[in-house]
T-cell receptor
């Protein structure tokens, strides 16, 4: 079966660092994606991991451990505009490239 | 176009009616996906097109749902005999190939009353 877990909500302070965790149990694995989604808007791509380790992209970093079925998204120097939902998604092993999404983590950044 | 375009942005329909939702993918993207997102949930896969053919329709909930992509570009998601439980945001995404990053449209918010 497919199961992707992330916390429902998180709160952090402007300027701080926050880590959003994602654990997955899927029948196949071919990469993990993080998307950001502001309320009423389209999800936008943040990061992609297919091998173990850390991928850094500006203020955002994403980590993957395939043996543990675990990933996290790290956001540094938080800004108010980072308040959004963060979606963890696993790409399955078929050649379709379809993504299986978690429920999303709503992050609220406070001044 | 510059991005994935979906029309209409909002659709209110009565229970039992038929609706069509349109997706115009990024030019040159051969892979197209439809997802459905309910409030507070992540997107749920419905169907995947590679070119004109539906390569994976395993996510369609029942036979009231159907999608086409006749010329390998624009796609239409069709829902017959709508039910209140069909109310959700329907998202379309496209990518150059199935392996590459998918770009999402703004979605169509469907409300069945």
């Amino acid at each position: 079966g497919q199961n992707i877990d992330q916390p429902t909500e998180m709160t952090a302070t402007e300027g701080a660092i926050v880590q959003i965790n994602c654990t997955y149990q899927t029948s196949g694995f071919n990469g993990l994606f993080w998307y950001q989604q502001h309320a009423g808007e389209a999800p936008t791509f943040l990061s992609y991991n297919v091998l173990d380790g850390l991928e850094e992209k500006g203020r955002f970093s994403s980590f993957l451990s395939r043996s543990k079925g675990y990933s996290y998204l790290l956001l540094k120097e938080l800004q108010m505009k980072d308040s959004a939902s963060y979606l963890c998604a696993v790409r399955d092993l078929t050649n379709t490239g379809k993504l299986i999404f978690g429920q999303g983590t709503t992050l609220q950044v406070k001044p | 176009g510059a991005g994935v375009s979906q029309t209409p942005s909002n659709k209110v329909t009565e229970k039992g009616k038929y609706v069509e939702l349109r997706c115009d993918p990024i030019s040159g993207h051969t892979a197209l996906y439809w997802y459905r997102q309910s409030l507070g949930q992540g997107p749920e896969f419905l169907i995947y097109f590679q070119g004109t053919g539906a390569a994976d329709d395993s996510g369609l909930p029942n036979d009231r749902f159907f999608a086409v992509r006749p010329e390998g570009s624009v796609s239409t998601l069709k829902i017959q005999r709508t039910e209140r439980g069909d109310s959700a945001v329907y998202l379309c995404a496209s990518s150059k190939q199935g392996w590459s990053e998918a770009f999402f449209g703004q979605g169509t918010r469907l409300t069945v009353v």
